[in-house]
């Protein structure tokens, strides 16, 4: 999934081949037009038929902080179209602070468990779908 705006492009794309479950892995890394030292990236692992795992990674500090929440939305949109459109925000609101605890949750969302976590330099969000 590429998701394009004025503010990001993508620097590349790698997709590796379905392995024996047809599970395939792509990797997307972005940098912010404004500022070409700031990068995001986002990793999904998906099915024939579904999105098993989708993450992003983002840094703390710098950027174009509007890059990542329209990737952000967008996927929620895409994995999780039950969370109203003027609920997104908060969502990802949410998950940025549950990225601040010392055990982030696993936070239930349609067919998908969303969790988030930072590290001194990035922020990372993610979700799976449930089994």
Same mark, same amino acid.
């Given at each position: 999934?590429?998701? &394009?705006?004025?503010?990001?492009?993508?620097? @590349?794309?790698?997709?590796?081949?379905?392995?024996? !479950?047809?599970?395939?892995?792509?990797?997307?890394?972005? &940098?912010?037009?404004?500022?070409?030292?700031?990068?995001?990236?986002?990793?999904? &692992?998906?099915?024939?038929?579904?999105?098993?795992?989708?993450?992003?990674?983002?840094?703390?500090? @710098?950027?174009?902080?509007?890059?990542?929440? $329209?990737?952000?939305?967008? !996927?929620?949109?895409?994995?999780?179209?039950?969370?109203?459109?003027?609920?997104?925000?908060?969502?990802?609101?949410?998950?940025?602070?549950?990225?601040?605890?010392?055990?982030?949750?696993?936070?239930? $969302?349609?067919? &998908?468990?969303? !969790?988030?976590?930072?590290?001194?330099?990035?922020?990372?969000?993610?979700?799976?779908?449930?089994?």
């Amino acid at each position: 999934m590429i998701i &394009y705006d004025a503010r990001a492009a993508p620097i @590349g794309e790698h997709c590796d081949a379905q392995n024996k !479950t047809g599970i395939k892995r792509c990797e997307h890394t972005f &940098y912010s037009k404004g500022d070409p030292a700031t990068k995001w990236q986002t990793v999904t &692992y998906s099915s024939r038929k579904d999105i098993i795992d989708w993450q992003i990674n983002f840094p703390r500090k @710098g950027g174009d902080a509007t890059a990542v929440f $329209l990737l952000t939305g967008a !996927t929620i949109m895409i994995l999780s179209p039950e969370l109203p459109r003027d609920k997104r925000l908060d969502f990802i609101k949410l998950l940025l602070a549950n990225a601040a605890e010392t055990n982030p949750q696993f936070i239930p $969302l349609g067919h &998908y468990d969303w !969790t988030s976590s930072r590290t001194d330099t990035e922020f990372m969000i993610r979700a799976s779908r449930k089994k």
